[in-house]
């Protein structure tokens, strides 16, 4: 073998040696997309949503914070009206509406858009409101009115 082809497979064991190490030390590489969540990261920590008022929060997906979980008390059968508009539209949030043991009753993507609305038919109990994106990062303000029947 040549000394220039040497030198050449030396220097691309080099380089793929060096991009190992620093993938290896990245420890974004294998981070848990909810490890930063804090109190509302999981449906049983959720954080209660007063009816009617709007509340500011953020989910970031690069910073481990990508799920937070909001509950509403509902206090009998009518409508909840759910309103969440997201400082940055192409972190494409989703908000979804749970029952009291998790199923999924509505979902509601931002799709690209700043706002997302959208009503459910309910009866008295929790409500649980999952709000997270797929990537990126956003600051939101969601808020949940309540019509009785």
């Given at each position: 073998m040549?000394?220039?082809?040497?030198?050449?497979v030396?220097?691309i064991?080099?380089?793929l040696l060096?991009?190992?190490v620093?993938?290896a030390?990245?420890?974004?590489?294998e981070?848990d997309?909810n490890?930063?969540?804090?109190?509302?990261?999981e449906?049983s920590k959720?954080?209660?949503?007063?009816l009617g008022?709007?509340?500011?929060?953020?989910?970031s997906?690069t910073e481990?914070?990508?799920?937070?979980?909001?509950?509403?008390?509902?206090?009998?059968a009518?409508?909840?009206?759910v309103?969440?508009?997201c400082?940055?539209?192409?972190?494409?949030?989703t908000?979804?509406?749970r029952?009291?043991?998790?199923?999924l009753?509505r979902e509601l993507p931002?799709?690209g858009e700043?706002?997302?609305?959208g009503?459910l038919?309910?009866t008295?109990?929790?409500y649980?409101?999952?709000i997270?994106?797929?990537?990126s990062?956003?600051a939101y303000?969601?808020?949940?009115?309540?019509?009785p029947?």
């Open positions: 040549s000394n220039s082809v040497r030198d050449a030396r220097w064991c080099l380089s060096v991009g190992l620093a993938g030390c990245n420890p974004s590489l981070r997309p490890e930063d969540s804090g109190n509302d990261g449906r959720a954080q209660i949503l007063p008022e709007p509340v500011n929060d953020r989910v997906y481990g914070d990508m799920t937070d979980w909001k509950y509403v008390q509902v206090p009998a009518g409508t909840i009206n309103t969440m508009g400082d940055y539209p192409s972190a494409y949030c908000v979804n509406i029952d009291e043991v998790g199923l009753l931002s799709e700043s706002r997302v609305s009503s038919a309910v008295r109990g929790n649980y409101l999952e997270f994106v797929p990537a990062s956003t303000t969601i808020q949940v009115d309540y019509e029947n």
